[in-house]
């Protein structure tokens, strides 16, 4: 069974950066074959699209509000992607997810991770 994890969460405040990572368990995807998008869910908000990396290439979208402050990228010798995320503010809160498809547009309905928890104090 294929299985997504994040790792990289933890408490930083206001204007801190912090790492996530997005590996593979289990029946091992090789992620570089995958669309892979990073999601994330505030406390009592609907999940929300945050960045994604198209399969076998290095295009990324990104959503407006992370513009110019996130970058997602990969690490393919140790099948994770990245996403760096800087200068953090409180309402960037929330549980981050990533999920892994065949395209950017299929990716939402393939593997999800657990998420991991960020949490930004002002």
């Known amino acids: 069974q294929v299985q997504l994890v994040e790792s990289g969460g933890g408490l930083v405040q206001a204007g801190g950066s912090l790492r996530l990572s997005c590996t593979a368990s289990g029946r091992t995807l090789t992620l570089r074959n995958y669309a892979i998008g990073w999601f994330r869910q505030g406390p009592g908000k609907e999940r929300e699209f945050v960045a994604a990396i198209v399969a076998y290439g290095s295009s990324t979208n990104y959503a407006e509000s992370m513009k110019g402050r996130t970058t997602i990228s990969r690490d393919n010798a140790k099948n994770t992607v990245i996403l760096q995320m800087n200068s953090l503010k409180p309402e960037d809160t929330g549980v981050y997810y990533c999920?892994?498809?065949?395209?950017?547009?299929?990716?939402?309905?393939?593997?999800w991770g657990q998420g991991t928890q960020v949490t930004v104090s002002s």
């Open positions: 999920a892994a498809g065949g395209t950017l547009a299929t990716m939402r309905s393939g593997w």
